[in-house]
Nanobody
Framework: QVQLVESGGGLVQAGGSLRLSCAAS????????MGWYRQAPGKQRELVAR???????YYVDSVKGRFTISRDNAKNTVYLQMNSLKPEDTGVYSC??????????????WGQGTQVTVSS
């Protein structure tokens, strides 16, 4: 069974840093682009950052210069380094990826989500 498992959320003061990790486990053939989404209370889920298998990245404007997404293909893991955190970064962060299983079918997978709370 393929799973995405996140870790690294928590409570931090404004200006602080957190590092999120998301590891894929189970039997699969390949992992495509990996992304981090967040959902703040009362708001729609938004794409925060995304990284392709070859390392090309995308960031939403509000996190450019503060967040860095990276991945370790050997460990099937994507990271989100979050610096200079602001209260508006508060939300549930979830990782997402399209993963090709050993039956050669590709499905969209989501992690369970990890809470990030930034206090002012």
């Amino acid at each position: 069974q393929v799973q995405l498992v996140e870790s690294g959320g928590g409570l931090v003061q404004a200006g602080g840093s957190l590092r999120l990790s998301c590891a894929a486990s189970g039997s699969f053939v390949s992992i495509a682009a990996m992304g981090w989404y967040r959902q703040a209370p009362g708001k729609q889920r938004e794409l925060v950052a995304r990284i392709t298998r070859d390392g090309s990245t995308y960031y939403v404007d509000s996190v450019k210069g503060r967040f860095t997404i990276s991945r370790d293909n050997a460990k099937n893991t994507v990271y989100l380094q979050m610096n200079s955190l602001k209260p508006e970064d508060t939300g549930v962060y979830s990782c997402n990826s399209a993963i090709m299983r050993t039956d050669w079918r590709t499905s969209d997978y989501w992690g369970q989500g990890t809470q990030v709370t930034v206090s002012s």
